[in-house]
């Protein structure tokens, strides 16, 4: 995957600039408070055990080893992407966790959850480092690559001006509470349509 390929070069010149660096060393294979990883956070990620808080998980990861800070709104971007182009190559979901159309942008709610705590603040990783395999960490580099480099604001921005949100959000669910669903099948099929034809 490379940039051109996913259009938006254009929108690069708007990316906030200057990553802070952050570091943060945990050892063992718990938490600075002394709790166990989650039974949801396997050490080692397989494809059988593979979940969007996993893959959130090694996002962060990656922004720190990279020296990048990532808060619960660039996060939520970051495994949208992750999810959008994996269906786009391969025509298979990542995860089988579904996000919503929320009002900042796609959002899956399981993973905000997990991290709301740290509200608009960095995101500080907890827990033994992850295994992941290097097919996974291939499409993690890929991704983050070109969107890494995008403030939250801009990736929210990206989002919402695609049409897998746009859908979604205009489906007809009414009330101040409708987050509804962007199904699989409309981001494989956008995303698919913006890699170049084959030769």
């Known amino acids: ?52 808080s996993a893959v959130a998980k090694r996002i962060i990861e990656f922004c720190v080893e990279h020296g990048d800070l990532v808060t619960n709104l660039k996060l939520q971007k970051l495994l949208y992407y992750m999810q959008a182009w994996h269906l786009a190559l391969h025509s298979q979901p990542l995860f089988a966790e579904d996000f919503q159309a929320g009002d900042s942008g796609p959002v899956e709610p399981g993973v905000f959850s997990e991290y709301k705590e740290f509200a608009g603040r960095a995101i500080a990783p907890t827990g033994a480092a992850m295994t992941s395999p290097r097919w996974l960490e291939k ?59 084959e030769p």
């Open 1 to 52: 995957m490379t940039s051109n390929v996913i259009g938006h070069d254009d929108q690069r010149e708007a990316a906030a600039s200057g990553a802070v660096t952050f570091r943060v060393t945990v050892e063992g294979s718990v938490s600075r408070s002394g709790m166990p990883l989650p039974p949801s956070l396997p050490r080692k990620i397989t494809k059988r055990n593979l979940t969007a």
């Open 139 to 197: 499409h993690i580099e890929e991704v983050m690559e070109v969107y890494g480099r995008f403030s939250a604001f801009d990736l929210e921005r990206m989002t919402k001006d695609e049409d897998p949100w746009k859908v979604a959000k205009h489906s007809g669910q009414q009330g101040e509470d409708a987050c509804p669903a962007i199904t699989k099948d409309v981001m494989r099929k956008y995303y698919k349509s913006k890699l170049p034809d």
